[in-house]
């Protein structure tokens, strides 16, 4: 070991006449074990909830979407999709007919959004069909819809979790769908209802579509909407998440004219955005717990100068070098840096895996879209905390370290 930090190790063992050096030097360890461990976390967090609302949002929905500029729909959808899901960084396409709805039960309603689609297709491209825990998706499929038109039995629905709670509806319950693209009658326009059965209820702990959401069969949205063979939208699954842009660009240039395309970047910007500034106003606020942590350690060095005067100017009259003695007390700050860092990355990581695993924390999906509060902790924002933590001790060393290497041994041992 070096003689440094030999020495600078023994100061920090040794017994204090001054009690309160130790006390401020446990403090400071404390502290800055608070400060990382509360940094971990944090970011931890953060991390969680764009990693949870990205996937949720990427599960849920098409991260590519081809629409027209008029809102009249695209009606030459079959060879169009079948053209396009062969383009490349293309995976997989899907059409679906997009429109607002009332879905009542008795005298519950509820304002949702009905997404018309082709099962088999749609699984491609999203998971809402994988996430249905009451029920099943099965009465959507052609041969499914042949049965139910022989017997006349009423088209299938399936609702979002939250949407069903709302309106109090089960599996096997028919409920009211009304479209506000009615009849226009002498009376003026009349709204188009007709009847559905629930067959499934889907959770994709997503709050935006557990809450609004209503998947049917392709044919009988267009039929409740009066559009025959028209779809609103085509949804793509494509081989590069962050490249989403620059693919719908090149889906749009062979879409041809009167196409435009948007993806789940564009869509979700700002969300992305604030949850940016928010984990960098956290770190900031967060990291005074760290910079409370490097004063306690520039006050317990400064102190323990005061207390070791006397032995300093022993080791200087024995040919220890001023750099030498500032090296002693750079190593003690340093070692209680490092203790506080090594304590506090073992107590975050500790936490946020618990937390995460066992998902301690609910949340009102309401307010927040996810119903519990998500850790992600990653090995990348323990070294940069390690790193803020340990230089900040650092830099409160510096004064104290100086000051102990200008001690004067003649004049500190004159009067002893």
């Known amino acids: 070991m070096r003689f440094e930090l030999f020495v600078a190790s023994r100061y920090l063992r040794a017994k204090r006449r001054q009690a309160v050096v130790g006390v401020i030097t446990a403090i400071?360890?404390?502290?800055?074990?608070?400060?990382?461990?509360?940094?971990?976390?944090?970011?931890?967090?953060?991390?969680?909830?764009?990693?949870?609302?990205?996937?949720?949002?990427?599960?849920?929905?098409?991260?590519?979407?081809?629409?027209?500029?008029?809102?009249?729909?695209?009606?030459?959808?079959?060879?169009?999709?079948?053209?396009?899901?062969?383009?490349?960084?293309?995976?997989?396409?899907?059409?679906a007919l997009y429109g607002q709805v009332l879905i009542s039960r008795g005298a519950r309603s509820g304002g949702a959004l009905v997404k018309g689609i082709l099962p088999a297709e749609e699984r491609t491209v999203s998971s809402l069909l994988d996430d249905i825990k009451q029920g099943t998706a099965a009465p959507l499929a052609p041969q499914a819809a042949t049965?139910?038109?022989?017997?006349?039995?009423?088209?299938?629905?399936?609702?979002?979790?939250?949407?069903?709670?709302?309106?109090?509806?089960?599996?096997?319950?028919?409920?009211?769908?009304?479209?506000?693209?009615?009849?226009?009658?002498?009376?003026?326009?009349?709204?188009?209802?007709?009847r559905f059965q629930v067959v499934g209820i889907f959770h994709s702990g997503f709050y935006q579509y557990d809450s609004s959401f209503a998947l049917a069969r392709l044919t009988d949205i267009q039929h409740l909407f009066g559009e025959p063979n028209i779809v609103s939208i085509i949804s793509f699954k494509v081989d590069d998440l962050y490249h989403a842009d620059r693919i719908g660009k090149e889906i749009e240039k062979a879409a041809g004219s009167g196409f435009m395309t948007t993806n789940w970047m564009e869509q979700n910007q700002e969300l992305f955005h604030a949850l940016g500034e928010e984990q960098?106003?956290?770190?900031?606020?967060?990291?005074?717990?760290?910079?409370?942590?490097?004063?306690?350690?520039?006050?317990?060095?400064?102190?323990?100068?005061?207390e070791k005067t006397r032995d300093i100017a022993v080791l200087m009259?024995?040919?220890?070098?001023?750099?030498?003695?500032?090296r002693i007390f750079v190593w003690q700050g340093m070692l209680i840096g490092i203790l506080g860092t090594s304590i506090g990355l073992v107590m975050g990581y500790a936490l946020a895996w618990a937390g995460g695993h066992y998902r301690i924390i609910h949340l009102?999906?309401?307010?927040?879209?996810?119903?519990?509060?998500?850790?992600?902790?990653?090995?990348?924002?323990?070294?940069?905390?390690?790193?803020?933590?340990?230089?900040?001790?650092?830099?409160?060393?510096?004064?104290?370290?100086?000051?102990?290497?200008?001690?004067?041994?003649?004049?500190?041992?004159?009067?002893?």
């Open 317 to 326: 009259s024995y040919g220890v070098r001023p750099s030498q003695v500032r």
């Open 28 to 95: 400071s360890i404390i502290g800055v074990a608070a400060g990382v461990a509360s940094l971990i976390l944090a970011l931890a967090i953060t991390n969680g909830m764009r990693r949870d609302l990205q996937q949720g949002l990427l599960s849920s929905t098409a991260q590519v979407q081809l629409m027209r500029v008029a809102s009249d729909g695209i009606e030459d959808w079959r060879p169009l999709t079948d053209r396009l899901r062969v383009l490349p960084h293309v995976t997989a396409a899907a059409p």
């Open 364 to 416: 009102s999906a309401a307010v927040y879209s996810l119903d519990y509060l998500p850790f992600a902790p990653r090995w990348q924002d323990g070294v940069v905390v390690a790193a803020v933590a340990l230089g900040v001790s650092l830099l409160a060393t510096l004064y104290p370290s100086s000051s102990a290497a200008k001690i004067l041994s003649a004049e500190a041992l004159r009067y002893e």
């Open 147 to 194: 049965d139910q038109d022989s017997t006349g039995t009423l088209p299938p629905l399936v609702l979002g979790s939250d949407l069903a709670d709302q309106i109090g509806a089960g599996v096997g319950d028919s409920v009211l769908v009304t479209s506000p693209q009615g009849e226009l009658t002498p009376f003026g326009l009349v709204p188009k209802y007709e």
């Open 280 to 306: 960098a106003v956290t770190f900031i606020v967060i990291g005074l717990i760290v910079c409370v942590a490097a004063l306690n350690i520039l006050i317990a060095l400064t102190m323990m100068v005061m």
